[in-house]
């Protein structure tokens, strides 16, 4: 049994069947990779998982809820966030109050902009932000406005954001797209420490394997909408089913 579980979905989009019998499992306090070429069904099983799509057939199961017709905006509510590809910030605002912003809507479960002088007045959800900065080693930044932030320090600013929900699932969508092979190093630094100061669940759509093998304790390859292969990254390197989906042709020997 995992935190996550899918078993037998199937996705199509009129003729073309993005996900055929998908079947996972990611284990709690685990980080778990998700990987495949171009078009084999990645960002659709994704968004399965966030409510943005729904399966055909099949279930999607998280801490024994389904997932099947939440909507994306209920998901935080279940102890589920998500890191997105560009790093979805709010650019005008500090890095201090980008994070006071998730810290109060865990709190009260809602928030709007116009409410913000309200919250910075909240010393509960300041103690709160201020720990998420040090968390994520951006404390020295907090009063920065975040569109003048690095590429790599919107990404931390992001994760500050996502922790700030306490989830028990966090989702990353290509988390070190863009970045400079510096700020990659540096994002593997980042979620590594996260997963040793919390119980949490990491699951990781990525297409650098640099990235993969450094971070994933289990990967699933998926290949033409569906699991081929799933094991310990040792195992995944040399396997001919992988090497065929990647170069077209089996391993030798």
Do not use: W
């Amino acid at each position: 049994m995992g935190i996550l579980e899918v078993q037998g979905v199937n996705k199509a989009f009129g003729g073309l069947k993005a996900l055929s019998d998908v079947n996972l499992n990611v284990e709690e306090n685990t980080i778990h990779a998700i990987i495949g070429p171009n078009g084999a069904g990645k960002s659709t099983l994704l968004n399965c998982f966030i409510g943005k799509l729904i399966p055909d057939t099949g279930s999607v199961v998280f801490n024994g809820t389904s997932l099947l017709g939440i909507k994306p905006h209920e998901i935080n509510q279940l102890g589920v966030s998500r890191v997105f590809q560009t790093p979805e910030i709010f650019s005008d605002l500090s890095v201090f109050e980008n994070v006071m912003i998730p810290c109060f809507a865990k709190r009260d479960g809602a928030f709007k902009l116009n409410a913000l002088s309200r919250v910075l007045g909240q010393r509960d959800v300041r103690e709160k932000a201020e720990q998420m900065l040090v968390d994520v080693n951006m404390a020295d930044k907090r009063d920065m406005i975040a569109s003048s932030l690095s590429r790599g320090d919107k990404r931390r600013l992001e994760m500050a954001m996502c922790l700030a929900q306490d989830p028990k699932l966090l989702l990353l969508d290509e988390p070190t797209a863009g970045m400079a092979r510096a700020d990659t190093n540096n994002t593997i630094d980042l979620l590594h420490e996260i997963k040793s100061k919390r119980d949490i669940t990491m699951a990781i759509i990525e297409h650098d394997m640099h990235v993969v093998f450094s971070l994933a304790q289990k990967i699933s390859v998926l290949a033409q909408g569906t699991v081929i292969v799933e094991d310990m990254p040792e195992n995944i390197k040399g396997h001919p089913k992988v090497q065929e989906a990647y170069l077209g042709t089996p391993a030798e020997g």
